[in-house]
C-alpha cells in the first residue's frame, strides 16, 4: 500500500493525527529499563504496545539509534512495528541529503535495509538528490520546508524575489518534483502563519508537524492552519512529550496518557 494510503487508513482507524518520535535516551529511560540488555528496544517495545492504538505513525529518530551504536535495535522497533501493528505505518528520520550517488545508498538504506514506509529528506541540493527517494513510488519522501527550530527563520525566511525561501522549496516541491504523488512536507507546529502559507500553496498536500509537547508549539494554533480540505493531511508528531511523560514503572501507561491528550486536544479542533 502507498504510504499516503497507509497513513489515511491509520488516521482513520485510529481517529488520530498523532505520530509517537522514537527518539530513545538510555539516560531518561526508567531504572528498571536502564538494566535491560537492548533496553533502547525494550524501551521502545512498551512505548508502542501502550499507543499503538493511538497513532497514526511512529517516528523513529536515526541520531538516536546512530550515536550508540544501536542500528540493531533500530531495525528490530521496525520490525517490531510491522510484525505487530503492520497498519501504522513507520517515518524513518534521517534528514538525509547528499548527491545522487550518494542518495542512492541513503534510499536503500531507508526502504530495502529498515524496510520504513517514509524517510525524512533535506531538499536543499535539489532534484537529482530527491529522486533516488522518491522513486520508490509507494514510500513517502518528506521534504524540510519550514523547520521548527529557532534558528530556522534565518535561513528559510529569506526573500528570494517576492517569496520566502520556504515558499519556493514548498511550490517546487509541489509543482515541479512530486511525479508520483509521494512527496510530503515538514512544517513545524512553532510556525502556524507559516503553516498557514505553505497550506494555501500546496492543496491538500500531508506534512509531518514537529514542534507540539517539548518545543511548546500551540495545537489549536497548529491544527487550525495545518488541516487540508479533508480535515485531514497532518502528522502531528510528539517525541518526548510522550515518551518521557513519566519515568517509573509506570512510564508506559504515562505515556497513554499523553498520547491520548494530545490525540483528543488535536481532534477538538478538527
Ligand atoms: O523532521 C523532523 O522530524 C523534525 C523537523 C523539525 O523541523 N523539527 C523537529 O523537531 N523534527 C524532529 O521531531 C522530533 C521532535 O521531538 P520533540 O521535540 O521531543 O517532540 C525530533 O525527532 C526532531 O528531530
Known amino acids: 500500500m502507498r504510504f499516503l494510503d497507509q497513513v489515511r487508513a491509520a488516521v482513520r482507524k485510529n481517529n488520530s493525527l498523532v505520530c509517537v518520535g522514537l527518539d530513545p535516551l538510555p539516560e531518561k529511560f526508567p531504572a528498571h529499563i536502564q538494566e535491560l540488555n537492548q533496553s533502547i528496544f525494550e524501551f521502545n517495545k512498551y512505548i508502542i504496545d501502550a499507543t499503538h492504538d493511538l497513532v497514526c505513525a511512529y517516528k523513529p529518530q536515526v541520531a538516536h539509534y546512530h550515536a550508540r551504536g544501536a542500528e540493531d535495535q533500530l531495525q528490530m522497533t521496525i520490525e517490531y512495528i510491522k510484525d505487530n501493528y503492520p497498519d501504522i505505518p513507520v517515518i524513518l528520520d534521517s534528514k538525509r541529503g547528499d548527491i545522487g550517488s550518494t542518495a542512492d545508498q541513503y534510499a536503500t538504506e531507508a526502504f530495502e535495509r529498515y524496510g520504513a514506509d517514509a524517510v525524512t529528506i533535506n531538499p536543499y541540493m535539489g532534484i537529482d538528490t530527491v529522486e533516488p527517494f522518491t522513486r520508490y513510488e509507494e514510500k513517502g519522501t518528506i521534504l524540510l520546508c519550514r523547520t521548527s527550530n529557532p534558528g530556522a527563520g534565518a535561513i528559510q525566511n529569506l526573500k528570494?524575489?517576492?517569496?520566502?525561501?520556504?515558499?519556493?522549496?514548498?511550490?517546487?516541491?509541489?509543482?515541479?518534483?512530486?511525479?508520483?504523488?509521494?512527496?510530503?512536507?515538514?512544517?513545524?507546529?512553532?510556525?502556524?502563519?507559516?503553516?498557514?502559507?505553505?497550506?494555501?500553496?500546496?492543496?491538500?498536500?500531508?506534512?509531518?508537524?514537529?514542534?507540539?509537547?517539548?518545543?511548546?508549539?500551540?495545537?489549536?494554533?497548529?491544527?487550525?492552519?495545518g488541516l487540508n480540505s479533508q480535515g485531514e493531511g497532518i502528522i502531528v508528531n510528539s517525541s518526548r512529550g510522550i515518551i518521557y511523560a513519566g519515568n517509573d514503572e509506570n512510564f508506559a501507561e504515562a505515556a497513554r496518557a499523553a498520547a491520548i491528550e494530545l490525540r483528543d486536544q488535536v481532534n477538538q479542533y478538527r
Open 160 to 225: 528570494v524575489g517576492d517569496q520566502f525561501l520556504y515558499e519556493v522549496i514548498a511550490e517546487t516541491a509541489m509543482k515541479d518534483w512530486n511525479h508520483h504523488n509521494n512527496i510530503m512536507l515538514v512544517v513545524g507546529a512553532t510556525n502556524p502563519d507559516e503553516l498557514k502559507r505553505i497550506r494555501a500553496i500546496t492543496g491538500d498536500m500531508t506534512f509531518l508537524v514537529p514542534g507540539l509537547g517539548a518545543q511548546g508549539g500551540d495545537v489549536e494554533a497548529t491544527v487550525k492552519s
